[in-house]
């Protein structure tokens, strides 16, 4: 067995991220071959990940970042609160981050494919969990593009939005206002007319079988879930809810308050929990 020295196992630790005891064990199994020792890592990684696959990744670190008229979120998931807040962690996920919003990736799939520490994004991740013992999923990944975006990132990292305004000129108070409203309010879409028509006629359905169970007569059944649907819309659009900093007056009411002309062109909200 080749004789393992400190300064071999240090430099095979900056290299790959692994433990001490986890490089030694490398350059063991490698007899000593610093190439051969990184690639134990790796398959050591793999193993990891492809053991824990029926794992629940259900805490992790979810971030939104703009650049230019160009905004990414993404959330890169794992097992346990107590890896999310680790600052690696974190700053795995936003250098993540910082390569969406540089490549501008087409969606997830795009992403995860994407060249990254002489590997893809995919392969770093799995790495990742070989090294840190816990299932890591890149789990999300949208974005938007407009004029004008803004994020917003919620304490804790495990909530951000993104929203996209039709001016550049937008006042920021105004911008990071609708970002926390997106966050605190979760609408589903930005108006009425953008509901998909598939949701509004599960609302009714939900309204109708209300009523029916609560034994409202037949002939009003309509009336109240058409009601019920009118309530829905003005709770769950983004320009009917109200202002949570002032709930007389609308988001809509507000955004024309700042400029009659400025409009939110689409919105990104994503949590954890």
């Given at each position: 067995?080749?004789?393992?020295?400190?300064?071999?196992?240090?430099?095979?630790?900056?290299?790959?991220?692994?433990?001490?005891?986890?490089?030694?064990?490398?350059?063991?199994?490698?007899?000593?071959?610093?190439?051969?020792?990184i690639?134990?890592?790796?398959?050591?990684?793999?193993?990891?990940?492809?053991?824990?696959?029926?794992?629940?990744?259900?805490?992790?670190?979810?971030?939104?970042?703009?650049?230019?008229?160009?905004?990414?979120l993404?959330?890169l998931n794992?097992?346990?609160d107590?890896?999310?807040?680790?600052?690696?962690?974190?700053?795995?996920?936003s250098?993540?981050?910082?390569?969406?919003?540089?490549?501008?990736?087409?969606?997830?799939?795009?992403?995860?494919?994407?060249?990254f520490?002489?590997?893809?994004?995919?392969?770093?991740?799995?790495?990742?969990?070989?090294?840190?013992?816990?299932k890591?999923?890149?789990?999300?990944?949208?974005?938007?593009?407009?004029?004008?975006?803004?994020?917003?990132?919620?304490?804790?990292?495990?909530l951000?939005?993104?929203?996209?305004?039709?001016?550049?000129?937008?006042?920021?108070?105004?911008?990071?206002?609708?970002?926390?409203?997106?966050?605190?309010?979760?609408?589903?879409?930005?108006?009425?007319?953008d509901?998909?028509?598939?949701?509004?006629?599960?609302?009714?359905?939900?309204?109708?079988?209300?009523?029916?169970?609560?034994?409202?007569?037949?002939?009003?059944?309509?009336?109240?879930?058409?009601?019920?649907?009118?309530?829905?819309?003005?709770?769950?659009?983004?320009?009917?809810?109200?202002?949570?900093?002032?709930n007389k007056?609308?988001?809509?009411?507000?955004?024309?308050?700042?400029?009659?002309?400025?409009?939110?062109?689409?919105f990104k909200?994503?949590?954890?929990?």
């Amino acid at each position: 067995m080749a004789d393992i020295k400190a300064a071999d196992v240090q430099r095979l630790r900056k290299a790959t991220g692994a433990g001490m005891m986890d490089c030694k064990k490398a350059l063991q199994e490698a007899d000593g071959d610093f190439d051969k020792a990184i690639d134990f890592i790796r398959k050591k990684g793999q193993a990891i990940a492809n053991k824990r696959s029926d794992r629940d990744a259900s805490e992790g670190n979810v971030q939104a970042k703009v650049e230019g008229n160009f905004g990414a979120l993404i959330s890169l998931n794992c097992e346990t609160d107590f890896v999310a807040k680790n600052e690696n962690f974190v700053k795995f996920s936003s250098s993540i981050l910082d390569l969406a919003v540089a490549e501008k990736p087409a969606d997830l799939e795009a992403l995860k494919a994407l060249p990254f520490e002489g590997k893809t994004v995919v392969d770093v991740v799995t790495e990742q969990s070989g090294k840190i013992g816990e299932k890591l999923e890149l789990a999300y990944f949208d974005s938007i593009q407009a004029e004008k975006v803004q994020a917003y990132n919620h304490f804790g990292n495990n909530l951000a939005t993104l929203v996209g305004f039709n001016k550049a000129d937008v006042d920021e108070q105004v911008a990071k206002d609708v970002a926390m409203q997106i966050a605190a309010m979760s609408p589903v879409a930005v108006a009425e007319s953008d509901v998909p028509a598939e949701v509004i006629a599960k609302e009714k359905e939900i309204g109708r079988a209300k009523a029916i169970q609560e034994g409202k007569p037949e002939n009003i059944v309509d009336r109240i879930a058409e009601g019920m649907v009118k309530k829905f819309l003005k709770e769950a659009t983004l320009l009917n809810q109200e202002f949570t900093k002032d709930n007389k007056k609308t988001i809509g009411q507000y955004l024309k308050e700042a400029d009659k002309d400025l409009q939110v062109t689409g919105f990104k909200r994503f949590a954890i929990k």
